[in-house]
C-alpha cells in the first residue's frame, strides 16, 4: 500500500507570491490533516478535512487554507508568501477519529 | 498557550541501555497520547499511543507510561539501539478530532 504521498518535496517562492502544496493521502482513508514544522514551533496544526468538509482549524491567518477532493486528496495554498511561512508542510492521513494518523515526508517551502 | 511539553530538547544514552523521555500536558480533555519517532528529511513515523483510561501500554522494546494525576507521561526504549537516534515528539488528541497537539519534541541520540 503506498504511503501518503506530498508533492512538491522542495519549493522556493518569493514574498508576496502564492503556493499550492498538494497531498494524496494512504488509499481507503477520508480523513486528511495539515502541520506547519518550524524550528522555534514545531508541529503545530494547519486543518483537518474528512469527506470534502474541513472540520477543524488551527490558530493560523486566512492566507493558509485548504481544500479536499472526492477522492480524498487534499491541497493546502498559502497566499501572500512571508518569510515566517518558510517550513516543513506536513500532511497526514488517518481512517477516521483517533485512528492513527499517517504522515507524507513534507514539502520544504522557503521563501526568499 | 503550550499544551504539551518535552522539556529535556535532547538526550544521549549508551547502546543497550534504557532510554526514558518525557512528556508533560496541560489538556484535561485528551483522550489519547502518541508519540511519534521523526528522522530528518523524513515525516513522523507513529511508534506507540495509549488511551487516557490506561496507565500503560507496550510494544515490543517500546512503553508509554501515563500518569494523569501528574498529567505526565513517559516513553522507555529497552534496550536502545543506534537506529533508535532520532527526534521523538509527544502529542495529546482530543475525542471527535484529528487535530494532534504536538510537544517541541526530544532528540535522542544512541552511542555505539
Known amino acids: 500500500k503506498a504511503g501518503v504521498t506530498q508533492t512538491p518535496r522542495y519549493l522556493i517562492k518569493t514574498r508576496g507570491q502564492q503556493v499550492t502544496l498538494s497531498c494524496s493521502p494512504i488509499s481507503g482513508h477520508r480523513s486528511v490533516s495539515w502541520y506547519q514544522q518550524t524550528p522555534g514551533q514545531g508541529l503545530q496544526f494547519l486543518f483537518e478535512?474528512?469527506?470534502?468538509?474541513?472540520?477543524n482549524k488551527g490558530n493560523f491567518p486566512g492566507r493558509f487554507s485548504g481544500r479536499q477532493f472526492s477522492n480524498s486528496r487534499s491541497e493546502m495554498n498559502v497566499s501572500t508568501l512571508e518569510l515566517g511561512d518558510s517550513a516543513l508542510y506536513l500532511c497526514?492521513?488517518?481512517?477516521?477519529?483517533?485512528?492513527?494518523?499517517?504522515f507524507g515526508q513534507g514539502t520544504r517551502l522557503t521563501v526568499v | 498557550d503550550q499544551q504539551v511539553k518535552q522539556n529535556s530538547p535532547s538526550l544521549s544514552v549508551q547502546e543497550g541501555r534504557i532510554s526514558i523521555l518525557n512528556c508533560d500536558y496541560t489538556n484535561s480533555m485528551f483522550d489519547y497520547f502518541l508519540w511519534y519517532k521523526k528522522y530528518p528529511a523524513e515525516g513522523p513515523t507513529f511508534l506507540i499511543s495509549i488511551s487516557s483510561i490506561k496507565d500503560k501500554n507496550e510494544d515490543g522494546r517500546f512503553t508509554v507510561f501515563l500518569n494523569k494525576s501528574a498529567k505526565h507521561l513517559s516513553l522507555h526504549i529497552v534496550p536502545s539501539q543506534p537506529g533508535d537516534s532520532a527526534v521523538y515528539f509527544c502529542?495529546?488528541?482530543?475525542?471527535?478530532?484529528?487535530?494532534?497537539?504536538f510537544g517541541k519534541g526530544t532528540k535522542l541520540t544512541v552511542n555505539p
Open positions: 497526514a492521513s488517518s481512517l477516521g477519529v483517533l485512528e492513527k494518523a499517517f
Open positions: 502529542a495529546g488528541q482530543q475525542g471527535g478530532s484529528e487535530k494532534l497537539v
Open positions: 478535512y474528512f469527506s470534502e468538509t474541513q472540520r
